[in-house]
């Protein structure tokens, strides 16, 4: 079976987890000699990670994917339950993490292992959400949800405006996906910070 809905949240599961690898790698470097780009361009990250994932995919499988799937499979109850609650904790989190940073930025690089910490608890919390949904959610939906439920959930997602995924980017996305790819390291930019 090939659903556009499937497809769309593997491609933003990747680039999610890209994206996370990324501000690890970064962190690990530091600012090197362009401190004020090191640091805009992990604010930037930090963003994304907020406006996307948060305020596009996260309210799409709560509402399109978690409920068909749970009707069908109740046995999943409690691990549903766990990835509505990450998506409710991860925007607050993400906050957190972009005023740790901003804490390094301007008080100083004695900040700079408060925000490691705080990268790497992120990161892990979300490489173990994203592990679920990829290994538990979507398995069970590829077995259990119709074709109706399927065209509800293809329709909702195509809507998506990642720009990762080659969607149209303007304004002031279009500066952040380039600030972004122009500057942050693989595999998700071009840049070597």
């Known amino acids: 079976m090939n659903h556009k809905s499937i497809q769309i949240i593997n ?4 680039t999610l987890s890209a994206m996370l690898y990324s501000i690890e790698m970064m962190e690990k470097r530091g600012p090197r000699g362009n401190r004020a780009q090191f640091f805009e361009v992990l604010r930037a990250m930090l963003f994304y990670i907020d406006e996307f994932p948060e305020k596009q995919h996260h309210p799409k499988e709560n509402l399109y994917l978690f409920p068909p ?3 069908k499979a109740p046995e999943l109850q409690e691990t549903l339950d766990q990835l509505e609650l990450d998506h409710e904790v991860g925007e607050r989190r993400i906050r957190e993490l972009q005023h740790l940073l901003m804490r390094w930025e301007i008080l ?3 900040h700079q292992a408060e925000f490691r910490d705080a990268a790497k608890k992120y990161i ?7 592990h679920l949904e990829n290994t538990l959610i979507i398995p069970k939906a590829l077995k259990v949800l119709n074709e109706e439920e399927w ?3 293809d329709q909702a997602f195509e809507s998506n405006s990642d720009p990762w995924l080659g969607n149209t980017v303007e304004g ?3 500066n952040l996906f380039s ?3 122009n500057h942050a390291p693989a595999p998700i930019g071009l840049g070597d910070n």
């Open 124 to 130: 892990d919390f979300y490489l173990h959400h994203l």
């Open 172 to 174: 002031v996305y279009q």
């Open 11 to 14: 491609q933003e599961h990747a």
């Open 179 to 181: 600030k972004i790819t």
């Open 108 to 110: 100083g690089d004695d």
């Open 69 to 71: 799937v749970l009707k």
């Open 151 to 153: 065209a509800v959930m």
